[in-house]
């Protein structure tokens, strides 16, 4: 049986599209397992899933502590003999500073490397190793702008690898499961995996306005972190709005919302392609993270509104008003759909070099 280990972890927006990719090989027969950190979110996520799952002592690494780099090479050192043993026809990383050990390893022991980056500019791990990768699988065209031309070769783009129920969920059947009636609106909030303060208090805010549409549904991902601070300060609302820290069914309700107010994630952003839903961002500050860059993509295609943190009130304001003009959402939908491509994790599965003998 062939084997490939998936290396990934910090955030849903690198976890999903790797399980993703680990669902579509395991479809063609191909074992796959995991590779994360024990501190994060995929040793909850992956360690309930059906995959093998090995989390490693990896913390980002700084110079203020010495012993992050201690704890790297300790973990390469680890990833080496997981490699060793495991014997994987391939391994792919997903980003971040946790994918560096086992993609190494990977490369010293002279596996075949794949990457996959999901946001627009290539992040830390990705920028340091995608020169020595068999492949680096983009979601956005607009990536190769930072790139040589003589990687070009070794690049491809697949948009990023989405859950299935992004593919299967289909508006009118979600509306139904939901009850949504036939002239209610649905309004969709997000701050990503681990929710945004700056929206949240926005939306606290402005929850007047909430109050006063009657006929616009709010679903409310608070994130886990500022849930009981939300909780608490939201006195009343209507009593089809839903307030949650998470929402496991987003795919669900993302096809059912009619507008999104949400951060710039990577995999927000290519789920928002893929369902067509109009939506008004607000991007995560750092530079770090590239956000500003991948709202960019939707910004300059007129399929989204885009506004600084800071910015975050004037956000709800605009959101309260576009939901009411049909014939603006109308002409968004149009946008995102012309930018839909098809299923990056089926390509992924069948792009990377195992079928041979
Ligand atoms: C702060 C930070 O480091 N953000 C990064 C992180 O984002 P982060 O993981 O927050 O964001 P993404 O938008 O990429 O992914 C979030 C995923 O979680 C899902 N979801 C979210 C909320 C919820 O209630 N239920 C739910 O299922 C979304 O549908 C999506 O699939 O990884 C992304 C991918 O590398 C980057 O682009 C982001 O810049």
Redesign the pocket.
């Given at each position: 049986m062939k084997k490939v280990i998936l290396t990934t972890g910090?955030?849903?927006?690198?976890?999903?599209?790797a399980i993703a990719v680990a669902d579509s090989l395991r479809e063609k027969g191909v074992e796959c397992s995991f590779v994360g950190t024990k501190h994060r979110m995929e040793k909850d996520i992956l360690g309930r899933s059906k995959y093998k799952f090995i989390g490693l002592d990896v913390i980002p690494l700084s110079i203020k502590k010495p012993l992050s780099f201690f704890k790297m090479f300790k973990s390469i050192i680890q990833a080496i003999f997981i490699v060793m043993r495991e014997r994987p026809e391939a391994v792919i990383g997903?980003?971040?500073y946790i994918s560096v050990p086992i993609l190494v390893a990977g490369l010293i022991l002279g596996k075949k490397v794949y990457l996959q980056?999901?946001?627009a500019n290539l992040?830390f791990a990705n920028k340091l190793l995608y020169r020595f990768a068999d492949k680096s699988f983009l979601a956005f065209e607009k990536t190769y702008d930072e790139l040589p031309i003589k990687y070009y070769r070794r690049l491809e783009v697949t948009g990023?690898p989405?859950?299935k129920e992004?593919y299967l969920a289909d508006r009118q059947t979600e509306r139904e499961k939901l009850k949504i009636e036939e002239d209610e609106k649905v309004l969709l909030i997000?701050?990503?995996?681990?929710?945004a303060k700056s929206i949240n208090d926005a939306l606290l805010k402005k929850w007047n306005l909430a109050l006063e549409d009657k006929k616009v549904r709010i679903y409310w991902?608070t994130?886990e972190g500022h849930f009981e601070e939300v909780n608490n300060k939201v006195k009343k609302y209507k009593a089809n709005d839903v307030i949650?820290?998470?929402?496991?069914?987003?795919?669900n309700?993302?096809a059912a919302a009619d507008l999104i107010v949400?951060?710039?994630?990577?995999?927000?952003?290519?789920?928002i392609i893929e369902l067509a839903v109009p939506a008004i961002l607000v991007?995560?500050q750092?530079i770090?993270?590239?956000?500003y860059e991948?709202a960019k993509i939707l910004e300059e295609a007129g399929a989204a509104f885009v506004h600084r943190n800071s910015e975050a009130e004037i956000a709800i304001d605009r959101a309260f008003d576009l939901i009411k003009d049909p014939k603006e959402m109308a002409r968004m939908k149009v946008q995102l759909k012309i930018m839909q491509k098809e299923n990056a994790a089926e390509r992924i599965a069948n792009d990377i070099d195992i079928w041979g003998n």
């Amino acid at each position: 049986m062939k084997k490939v280990i998936l290396t990934t972890g910090g955030t849903g927006g690198h976890i999903y599209p790797a399980i993703a990719v680990a669902d579509s090989l395991r479809e063609k027969g191909v074992e796959c397992s995991f590779v994360g950190t024990k501190h994060r979110m995929e040793k909850d996520i992956l360690g309930r899933s059906k995959y093998k799952f090995i989390g490693l002592d990896v913390i980002p690494l700084s110079i203020k502590k010495p012993l992050s780099f201690f704890k790297m090479f300790k973990s390469i050192i680890q990833a080496i003999f997981i490699v060793m043993r495991e014997r994987p026809e391939a391994v792919i990383g997903f980003g971040n500073y946790i994918s560096v050990p086992i993609l190494v390893a990977g490369l010293i022991l002279g596996k075949k490397v794949y990457l996959q980056e999901q946001n627009a500019n290539l992040g830390f791990a990705n920028k340091l190793l995608y020169r020595f990768a068999d492949k680096s699988f983009l979601a956005f065209e607009k990536t190769y702008d930072e790139l040589p031309i003589k990687y070009y070769r070794r690049l491809e783009v697949t948009g990023n690898p989405l859950r299935k129920e992004v593919y299967l969920a289909d508006r009118q059947t979600e509306r139904e499961k939901l009850k949504i009636e036939e002239d209610e609106k649905v309004l969709l909030i997000t701050g990503g995996s681990l929710g945004a303060k700056s929206i949240n208090d926005a939306l606290l805010k402005k929850w007047n306005l909430a109050l006063e549409d009657k006929k616009v549904r709010i679903y409310w991902a608070t994130g886990e972190g500022h849930f009981e601070e939300v909780n608490n300060k939201v006195k009343k609302y209507k009593a089809n709005d839903v307030i949650k820290p998470y929402f496991e069914n987003m795919p669900n309700i993302m096809a059912a919302a009619d507008l999104i107010v949400c951060r710039a994630g990577a995999l927000t952003i290519s789920e928002i392609i893929e369902l067509a839903v109009p939506a008004i961002l607000v991007p995560y500050q750092s530079i770090k993270v590239g956000q500003y860059e991948n709202a960019k993509i939707l910004e300059e295609a007129g399929a989204a509104f885009v506004h600084r943190n800071s910015e975050a009130e004037i956000a709800i304001d605009r959101a309260f008003d576009l939901i009411k003009d049909p014939k603006e959402m109308a002409r968004m939908k149009v946008q995102l759909k012309i930018m839909q491509k098809e299923n990056a994790a089926e390509r992924i599965a069948n792009d990377i070099d195992i079928w041979g003998n």
